[in-house]
């Protein structure tokens, strides 16, 4: 879009065309932003194949306004299922997923399972911290023994996140989790207070 802006600014641009109003944008404001102070500014035509408005006239004007009313509607009406949705998931036990799998877990058909390989790392972690080791020292005795490198955020992610306890956390709160857990509750708490006390200190 940036790219499309410059090159207009840079007169090489005679017309914008678009299948749909909603593939400009969702936003009723930057739609009007662009129609009016970019294209119009510098004589682009503007051509949208499923609606037919004519965009130097007043009443044409009216119209993509209030097309691009109900694209914004839609954009936050989807928005909307979607959190309800990952809502749902969370109180059913369900990881809501996103494209990416925790450390230590396999995603498979919409469940975590254990990755037992990975698991013994996250184990492993956890004994460590619960001896006192520094982050920095457990990120680099994990890449000696297990030839995986993390980050020290990351490691702190692994005792932070209630996961490893069978919970699933969404939207500031806690659910029991349908898989199974790798860290067993007292640990996972000791964690907790000695997390505590390093942010303390």
Known sequence: LQRLFSDIKEGLVDCVLVYKLDRLSRSQKDTLYMIEDVFAAHNVAFVSMNENFDTSSPFGRAMIGILSVFAQLEREQIKERSIMGRTERAKSGLWHGGGWRPIGYDYVDGHLQINASEAVIIREVYKLFLESTPLTRISALIEERYGRFFQHSAI???????????????????????????????SFKRAQALLADRRRI
């Open 156 to 186: 702190r992610s692994m005792l932070d996140t209630p996961l490893y306890l069978g919970q699933i956390s969404w939207d500031g709160k806690t659910y029991p989790g349908e898989h199974e857990a790798i860290i067993d509750e007292i």
